[in-house]
T-cell receptor, first 116, second 115 residues
Framework: AQSVTQLGSHVSVSEGALVLLRCNYS??????LFWYVQYPNQGLQLLLK??????LVKGINGFEAEFKKSETSFHLTKPSAHMSDAAEYFC??????????????FGQGTTLQVKP | DVKVTQSSRYLVKRTGEKVFLECVQD?????MFWYRQDPGLGLRLIYF???????EKGDIPEGYSVSREKKERFSLILESASTNQTSMYLC??????????????FGPGTRLTVT
């Protein structure tokens, strides 16, 4: 079964430092890939998505992610962390092709802490 | 602007009560989903619906049922609430048939506490 793995349930960075959140997927066919952000007591908001066009995807709030087929990865980065980036981040995937129901497979989530 | 709304942000119910969680989307989406979110477990799919009156079980349907009488509304029902159903419940919608990339749009969530 396809799965999405986020390495590290908690990541802590200093304000201004690089943010790197890791996501790997398992699929023989590259899926569509998503990063969502969830602020406390809110729903999930789409940060960015990969849909087999450009491998480097830019999203909102200065985040970007690079799809690497050889590594089955879709890591999320931001050059300089801001206090407002503190949130939980979810990587998700859906296979494109036959019998897709539009379901997403979510990773376990990574909580990003930003220290002043 | 796309919108998914959920009837309550916070809900407290007693064990054994029948609980209704309502979700409404205004995007004319075909698919709607109910998830529960628990610390360390991520999002787990309870049920989803791909059309009016159509539904399929997700990964953890036990103890839940759903209803979709109108395209814009998807209800989650806890037939007899139990304390292990205390959780954050998230509703989402999507429209893969519309040529989009299957991205889901989420509501703000309902934090349910069963005492």
């Amino acid at each position: 079964a396809q799965s999405v793995t986020q390495l590290g349930s908690h990541v802590s960075v200093s304000e201004g430092a690089l943010v790197l959140l890791r996501c790997n997927y398992s699929s023989s066919v590259p899926p569509y890939l998503f990063w969502y952000v969830q602020y406390p007591n809110q729903g999930l908001q789409l940060l960015l998505k990969y849909t087999s066009a450009a491998t480097l995807v830019k999203g909102i709030n200065g985040f970007e992610a690079e799809f690497k087929k050889s590594e089955t990865s879709f890591h999320l980065t931001k050059p300089s962390a801001h206090m407002s980036d503190a949130a939980e981040y979810f990587c998700a995937a859906t296979p494109h092709g036959s019998s897709n129901t539009g379901k997403l497979i979510f990773g376990q989530g990574t909580t990003l802490q930003v220290k002043p | 602007d796309v919108k998914v709304t959920q009837s309550s942000r916070y809900l407290v119910k007693r064990t054994g009560e029948k609980v209704f969680l309502e979700c409404v989307q205004d995007m004319d989406h075909e698919n709607m989903f109910w998830y529960r979110q628990d610390p360390g477990l991520g999002l787990r799919l309870i049920y989803f619906s791909y059309d009016v009156k159509m539904k399929e079980k997700g990964d953890i349907p036990e103890g839940y049922s759903v209803s979709r009488e109108k395209k814009e509304r998807f209800s989650l029902i806890l037939e007899s609430a139990s304390t292990n159903q205390t959780s954050m419940y998230l509703c989402a919608s999507s429209n893969p048939a519309g040529g989009s990339s299957y991205e889901q749009y989420f509501g703000p969530g309902t934090r349910l506490t069963v005492t």
